[in-house]
């Protein structure tokens, strides 16, 4: 009964946020979000910002090739220390990578 009333649910019955939130995603997503997270106060939207920290980050690893930290830093708009801060694990891979031509111990 309850998903027979919930389906009869129109743009028309909702009011202030409701209806924004409606008219942003959409009546059956609305009635979906309604019906899995309703009154469980459970459900927080972060801000786009924070979503895209960690793309960020990955591209500014994909793209930095042990050179670029003051390319990367003028691209993204970042300080060189925070640059440093993302590429610092790709940093030690590169150092530690034999150089072409080059053997390792175990090539013995």
């Known amino acids: 009964m309850r998903n027979e009333l919930l389906n009869e649910l129109k743009l028309e019955d909702l009011q202030g946020e409701a209806r924004e939130l409606a008219e942003t995603i959409g009546m059956d997503a609305f009635r979906r979000l309604v019906d899995v997270y309703g009154g469980t106060g459970r459900v927080y939207i972060p801000q786009a910002d924070k979503l895209l920290i960690p793309i960020r980050d990955r591209l500014i690893r ?26 610092r694990e790709k940093t030690e891979q590169i150092r530690r990578a034999p150089l072409d031509g080059q053997c390792t111990l175990f090539d013995v």
């Open 62 to 87: 994909d793209e930095y090739d042990g050179s670029n930290v003051y390319a990367l830093c003028k691209k993204w708009n970042l300080s060189e220390g925070y640059v440093r801060g993302i590429v």
